[in-house]
Structures are given as C-alpha cells and as structure tokens.
C-alpha cells in the first residue's frame, strides 16, 4: 500500500491508549437474547463524504460476495457521524457489513484448512480456537447468527483526504497478533511507521465508540452495533438485531402478492 511523503499526512490528534480487552466467550455471546428487530438493511455507497466503500470481498472475487455493503439503518447512521467526527484529512473507508452466509462459510473454511496446513500438529480444538480468533463460526440460527449476517457489524479504516487507505499496522484480514487492536499498544519501542500506525488505530477505536460501538479485540477494523457481539462488550442485556438479509425485487413481490 502506497502512502503519500510524511509531509502529506494529515495531522493525527492525541487520542488515549487502546484498552486491552479479553476475547469473547462464544458460548456466553451465544446466550444474549436478541429483540429481533425488523430495522432495514440500507446501502452504505449511499453515504455522502468522508466515507468512502470499498466491498473488499467482492473485488478479490470471493464466491458469493456482493458489490455492497449494508448496514441497519441505525448503524448507517452512527457510523456517519463517527466519520464527521474525525480531523480534517481522515475519512473512512468500508470493506464489509452485511455478509452472505455463503461467504461466512468460504472465510471460515479457508482459514481453518489454511492453519491446518501450516500446522499439521494441532487438534480440533485448538484449530477451531486459532479460526475463530479471526473468522466466527458461520450460522443462521437466528438465536446466534454470525455477526455479520446481522448487519450490525461492520469492517472499516481510515484513508487520507484523497481517499487512500493509510497504513493501520497490519491490512484488513491479516491473520496474525499484530491484528489485535491494542497489539501495538504492548510494544515498548516503536519505529516511525508502527507509532503512526498506533495513532490511527487510537483515532478509529475512540471514533467509533464514542458513537456506541464496540470493538472486536482481535480485530482493530471490527466493530459493531446492536447484534450479540456488541451486547456482550457494552453490557447490555439483549442485542437488537438477528440475522436478515437485503430485500430483493422477489422477496417484495412475495409479501406483497
């Protein structure tokens, strides 16, 4: 990924360190009561500046993607004001939302066989602890649905004011510890790249939560809102969202014939 001089970057603001966060207990996510809320699922390339949408998984040819990403309304909303709220010079960028169980499935069984390759030595249970650090385990059980099959999560980073995606520490999807949100936090010297790359993450993180979400902490790009995730790390009793899908052209004529 190409970056413009360091005179080019915009300024980043002092932002509070990234807490360190436990992993989450599935079984206990799976437990949180959802409300099932019909909110719609709406597209995000709708979104005016600074967000900007880039459907990861479509451009690199996964089965099943979609050219859009969708969001709840509610989580369309907070995440745009999470946008406005950043420096001049910051934007945000969104890789994924709404996912098709179809490729839930593909990035969990790519994983799972990817890790298993590399490490032959491992059992069961470990390769499905080292997968899921990465990948949740893809269901449509609408008692515990994949977070993204929710819609309520969402994967994004920041670019500059000409729209590029600035260098977060590791890329979207990179399966390894420097993933973790506060994995540059736990380093006692960093070089100039890794300090800038700590900042951003910082400024991500505090943007996105101060308008309600919640961060995944394997993941700096992952957050959500309203599903169980999100209940589990904010303390809520119930979750809002289950899993749903767009509306399509026949689902409308179904209900409405």
């Not at 005179?7 to 207990?25: F, K």
């Not at 420097?178 to 010297?189: F, K, M, N």
């Not at 910082?202 to 939560?209: C, E, I, Q, S």
Request: glycine share 6%; aromatic share 10%; net charge negative.
């Amino acid at each position: 990924m190409t970056e413009p001089d360091a005179n080019d970057h915009p300024v980043l603001p002092a932002c509070p360190v990234i807490p360190s966060r436990e992993h989450p207990d599935w079984a206990v996510v799976a437990r949180i009561p959802i409300d099932a809320s019909n909110e719609p699922l709406v597209p995000v390339s709708l979104a005016p500046e600074p967000i900007k949408v880039f459907p990861a998984y479509a451009h690199g040819g996964l089965p099943g993607a979609v050219g859009e990403c969708y969001l709840r309304e509610s989580v369309y909303r907070r995440l745009l004001r999470a946008a406005r709220s950043l420096p001049t010079g910051f934007g945000l960028v969104v890789l994924d939302g709404w996912r098709p169980w179809r490729v839930q499935q593909y990035l969990f069984d790519t994983l799972y066989a990817t890790i298993q390759d590399k490490h032959s030595e491992l059992d069961e249970a470990e390769l499905m602890r080292r997968t899921r650090e990465f990948v949740s385990l893809p269901s449509r059980d609408p008692s515990a649905p994949s977070p993204h099959l929710t819609g309520g999560a969402v994967d994004v980073t920041l670019c500059d004011a000409d729209g590029l995606m600035l260098d977060m520490g590791t890329a979207f999807d990179e399966a390894m510890p420097g993933s973790h949100a506060d994995y540059l936090e736990t380093l006692t010297t960093l070089d100039t790249r890794q300090r800038q790359a700590r900042d951003r993450r910082r400024l991500l993180y505090h943007a996105m939560l101060a308008e309600g979400f919640t961060n995944l902490p394997s993941e700096w790009w992952h957050f959500d809102y309203g599903d169980q995730l999100w209940a589990h790390y904010s303390g809520h009793s119930r979750a809002h969202y289950g899993p749903t899908e767009p509306e399509t052209i026949e689902s409308r004529w179904r209900r409405q014939l």
